[in-house]
């Protein structure tokens, strides 16, 4: 399933939790059944509040290195590489604590 973020958000800051937690909301758990991509496009800043809840439940149920087979970004802003290595690095260290 292909989420577009700004279609969800309705602008072009997904910086905000509340706003993750929309765009949560409208994939629901469709990414259990197949890989969830999530568009980027119209987007021009990306915040690891929103990221973080954004895609919870998926780096919450899988290991790191199997997240990248059930979750895809698309059009990305810069500088969202590096956001995701937060993100990533928050979620390894909930799940070890």
């Not at 800051?13 to 409208?26: N, P, Q, S, W, Y």
């Not at 980027?40 to 973080?52: A, C, E, H, K, N």
């Not at 990305?76 to 979620?91: M, R, Y």
Request: hydrophobic residues 45%; glycine residues 6%.
């Amino acid at each position: 399933m292909r989420v577009h973020v700004h279609t969800i958000i309705q602008g072009d800051a997904a910086i905000t939790f509340d706003l993750g937690v929309k765009v949560r909301e409208a994939y629901g758990d469709v990414w259990r059944e197949s890989p969830l991509e999530m568009d980027f496009s119209g987007i021009r800043s990306v915040s690891p509040s929103f990221l973080s809840q954004a895609v919870s439940p998926i780096i919450r149920e899988f290991p790191p290195d199997q997240v990248a087979d059930h979750l895809k970004f698309m059009n990305v802003p810069p500088p969202f590489e590096l956001i995701w290595q937060k993100v990533q690095q928050a979620a390894a260290r909930i799940r070890l604590g």
